[in-house]
Each structure stands twice: as C-alpha cells, then as structure tokens.
C-alpha cells in the first residue's frame, strides 16, 4: 500500500478510500434492513460513519446531509464525557445532543474496534427514532427546555461483552411511545456497527494494521490538501446573508440568522455571531447542527467528488456566540432546530450566489416540515406514533427548473409511501398531488410544492414544527417567492390555518392538509422561454391564468 517514500500512492489510495466508504454504505443498507420504523427503513432518516482512535471521521455514508457536522462534533463528545476506554463487545448509546448533535429523537450508537488494548477505531450509527417520549407524540413539539422533550441518555453502556443490558434497554424502552420500534430500530443499529466492526477488521486482515492506520492519515491529508486546492479557485473576499424564521412558536417575533462568510487562502471562515439569541421554545440548535449547514454549504461550491472526512472539516473555521440559536446552551430546547440549520443552509447559499451565481439556486421549501401524529389504534387498542418530513419544491438555478416535490439540501430524506403508511398506521390519504402555481417564477422557474391530505380514523394529536409560512422561499437574481407552506385543517370546510408550529388534538374522521412550499424562481420572468410555460400548462403545472398573469403569455397560450 505504501510507496518507497512512505506515504500512499495516489491510486491505492482512492481503492482504500472506496474501501471504506464502502464499509459505511454496508452499515447503511443493513441499518435500513433491520430497522422497524418507516421513518429509517424507508425515509432513511439516519447516517453511519467510521471515525479513528483520536475521534476523526474518516469514512461517512452520504444519507443525512444535516447528520454531517454533528457526527464530527458529537462523538468525540460522548467519548470524551463518557471518559472510560471502551473494550472489546462494548457499545456506547447517547442521544444528549446538547454535547453537539442535533435533537434527542437522534440516538446515536458507538462501537469501538479495539486491537492491543486501545481504540483503533469506532463504528457508529445515528438514527432518527420516532419517539423518545416527551410532551407530544413523535417528541417534536414546541416547549421550553430541553428535559420537556423527551428521554436524555447520557453516554451509557448499551452493550457489554456483546450482550445488551437488560436494565438499560428496558428503562430506554419503558419511556417511550413506540416500544416496539424503538428496540427494533436499537438492535439494526447494533447490526449495522458490528458489520462496520467486521469489515474494517477483515480490511485490516488483508492489508496489515501499519498500512491502513497510515493510509487513514493519508486520505485525511489528501482530503485536506484537494479543500484547500479547490478553496483557491473561489473568489477571495467576504460575503453575507440574513433570513429570518417565521418565529419561535412562542412569540410572533422573528428570528434572526446571519451568516457571513470569508474565503480566504486556505480556509472559509462561517460567522455566525449575528445570529439571535437562543429562544425559550424548541427552534434552536447546536454547534454541530450549525457546523452540518455549514459543510454542507461549502461542499456545494466545490468538487463534490472530494471525501467527506476531518480533513475536509480542518479547512472550515465557524465562529458562534454561545447562547444563540445556532449554538444553543443547556436548558434550551432544540427538538426543531433542524430549521435553524435549513435555514442556516440556505442563508448561506444565498451569500455563495453572490460569487458564485452559475453554482447556486433559489431557496427551496425552506423547512424540514416535521410532522409527527400519535394515538391509540382503534384496530389494534394499542398505541401508535408516526412521524415524517414532507417534500416541496426546489429553486431554480442557471439553466434548469426547480425540482417538484423533493426534500432538499441537509434533508434528503426520501418519501413515506401512502400503501406502506396506510398498512401500518389508522390513517388515510384522501389527497396527495403537486400544487399547480406554487412555484416560484422566473427565467427558470423553482419546483412545485405537494399536498397530503391526512385522515385518522381514530382520534390524534398531530403535531407540525416547520416554517415558511411568514416568509415565503425568495428567489435569485430577479426571480420570484414561491407559494409559502400552508397547514389547514378540514380543507374542505371550515379550512382552519395554523401558523408554522402546533400541536392539535383531532377526532375520527378529520382532515389535516400539509400543503408545503414551492422552490423560488432564478432570472427575470420575462426572459422565460413562451415555450417553457406553455409545456407547464401543459402539464398542468401552472395554470393558463398564471401564464397570462405571471409569465405574460396571452390567455395562456403562444
């Protein structure tokens, strides 16, 4: 593996870098596998990684954009807070994300790789569970602190000498809504790190422990030297945004989030420091949650084939003023702060774009769009939690349209099927279609927003922590806001509208729209193709009034 000089070579390189994610992308597929919940089995709201003997990733599966500061900065805190070595059979469990990840529903499992008595390496899975008890179903709400939301584990021995602790999985399990999924989901975590474990043991086996621990160091290296290579193409200087959330949930005020970005030589520094201070409701985040938008963000303006390791995160400096929503501090709440970095992610993009226009796009639905219902099954007479993210539309950039109905940038989660959801859950789908005309206008036009019509068949409390609905996705360089989220009750009828977080309590029988945002426009709407609008007629995208109106086609035709 190693030339005369002493370092790897740059082609056995990459084989050992595909080696290891390949590693990662195994502990993924059988997390998925193993997992009970639809929300990891098939929205696949979880991420795996390996990271060395002194805490660095040096590996990742690229499922959870938002997963990947907080990975980073979690685990080399719940080693340390833990503070005792881990031996062979052991398995770390701590969801206390106030150490630097992103909300309590993301519990994450570590397993050490242990060779001569000492750490070589760790295997972890984090998981997004549906429930973690808490104040209202699915442990997405809005309160005050962080101990309203739900069970905190403190880095706690799950597994010793390879069997689970009776004691701990039964007090995890007895304080939670879905007891069934969550053990189910705990054991395909404990799956998806032994495979980690074995893997990266036969690796060692076949190459020799001196060789892979060099050929880490190395990848770390490379992965350093090609961010900084690709960090001094981009234009020197320094940029800024500001966005605002709709509010805190608790207040109509705002809140405040600024990003400020300075590329320099070999660095890009993010300062955060103007963002608001924390809030007493549960929108706030961390500084891992912070650092994910952040990584995210540069990784778009860059080569997308560079690794995604801690020599990637060595070129980023991220200045925060604890306290604040983007580096929250105990007691405060952080359940939705999966906003906050959304909204992070995309107020810096928004400053990228003023650099770098033919690489950026307009805002997207500009939230996660949790949402989380639970209750007692009338088929069964047990008790139920569900939760998901519903997709919307994405912004347009230079020469393509907005994508429809997908959940963008540190999201990518994919869709809960209605046949699956409907076999698992006493809900119906009685509508679920894109928005004609909630896309954002524009030279290229952002992507529609969707629709899901929800209705239960036993009483629920339905809860939404979201966004956008206050401020509407904003488009680029003279394109237009799209459709903003929308959240009504009985749609039909009364069509109640909520603000962007709530909690309800409905009967058998009513209806709950989720109506989520469009992608906001790229250019000036008259320089859009007549063509263009006339096939989105067409399809029945826009309708022959907004073409008219909006894109100035006569009655909506050429």
Not at 196 to 214: D, N, P, W
Not at 259 to 285: C, K, M, Y
Not at 460 to 486: C, D, I, K, W, Y
Request: aromatic residues 6%; charged residues 20%.
């Amino acid at each position: 593996m190693m030339t005369d000089g002493g370092s790897t070579d740059a082609l056995r390189l990459e084989i050992f870098r595909h080696a290891l994610t390949g590693i990662t992308d195994e502990m993924s597929a059988t997390l998925r596998r193993a997992a009970y919940s639809t929300n990891i089995k098939t929205r696949l709201d979880f991420s795996c990684a390996l990271l060395d003997g002194q805490a660095r990733t040096f590996a990742q599966s690229f499922a959870q954009p938002i997963h990947l500061g907080t990975l980073a900065h979690f685990v080399p805190a719940i080693l340390a807070r833990y503070g005792s070595p881990l031996q062979p059979g052991d398995a770390l469990l701590c969801n206390d994300s106030h150490l630097g990840g992103l909300h309590l529903n993301d519990v994450c499992l570590i397993a050490p790789l242990v060779i001569d008595g000492r750490p070589f390496a760790y295997a972890v899975a984090m998981a997004h569970h549906v429930d973690v008890g808490g104040g209202t179903p699915g442990s997405i709400g809005l309160h005050r602190e962080q101990v309203q939301e739900g069970l905190i584990i403190p880095p706690v021995r799950l597994l010793h000498d390879g069997v689970v602790d009776p004691g701990v999985l039964a007090m995890l399990v007895a304080n939670v809504r879905s007891p069934r999924e969550t053990e189910g989901d705990l054991r395909a975590q404990l799956a998806s790190v032994s495979v980690g474990l074995r893997r990266l043991s036969e690796l060692i086996g076949e190459r020799g422990l001196s060789a892979v621990e060099t050929g880490i160091d190395d990848l770390l290296e490379y992965t350093r030297r090609r961010t900084v290579a690709a960090i001094a193409h981009l234009p020197r200087g320094t940029i800024e945004a500001v966005d605002h959330l709709d509010d805190d949930g608790v207040s109509d005020e705002p809140v405040r989030i600024e990003a400020r970005i300075t590329v320099a030589e070999d660095r890009v520094t993010f300062d955060l420091t103007g963002t608001d201070r924390q809030r007493p409701s549960s929108i706030n985040t961390t500084k891992g949650g912070a650092l994910s938008a952040c990584a995210y963000a540069l990784r778009c303006m860059i080569d997308p084939d560079i690794p995604m390791n801690d020599g990637f995160y060595q070129v980023i400096e991220m200045r925060t003023t604890p306290g604040t929503v983007l580096d929250s501090q105990r007691p405060a709440a952080i359940g939705g702060g999966a906003d906050a970095v959304g909204r992070l992610c995309e107020t810096a993009l928004r400053a990228f774009a003023m650099i770098l226009p033919e690489r950026s796009a307009a805002d997207s639905k500009g939230t996660m769009l949790n949402i989380s219902f639970g209750g007692v099954d009338p088929r069964t007479g047990g008790y139920f939690v569900y939760y998901e993210t519903q997709a919307g539309g994405y912004g347009g950039r230079l020469g393509l349209d907005g994508m429809d109905g997908v959940q963008p940038h540190v999201q990518n989660t994919e869709n809960a099927p209605i046949e699956e959801t409907e076999a698992n859950y006493p809900v119906h789908f009685v509508r679920y279609a894109l928005i004609p005309d909630s896309e954002g206008p524009g030279q290229w036009r952002g992507g529609l927003g969707l629709r899901r019509d929800y209705v239960f068949e036993g009483d629920v409390t339905f809860t939404v922590m979201a966004e956008r609905v206050r401020f509407a996705p904003q488009g680029l360089f003279g394109g237009g806001p799209a459709r903003s989220n929308q959240y009504i009750r009985d749609p039909e009828g009364r069509a109640i509208r909520y603000a962007s977080k709530f909690s309800v309590e409905l009967e058998a029988g009513e209806t709950m729209s989720i109506q989520s945002g469009g992608g906001g426009g790229y250019g000036e709407v008259g320089l859009r193709d007549p063509a263009l609008v006339e096939a989105d007629v067409e399809a029945g995208r826009i309708s022959p009034e907004r073409a008219r109106d909006v894109y100035g086609l006569p009655d909506g035709t050429r």
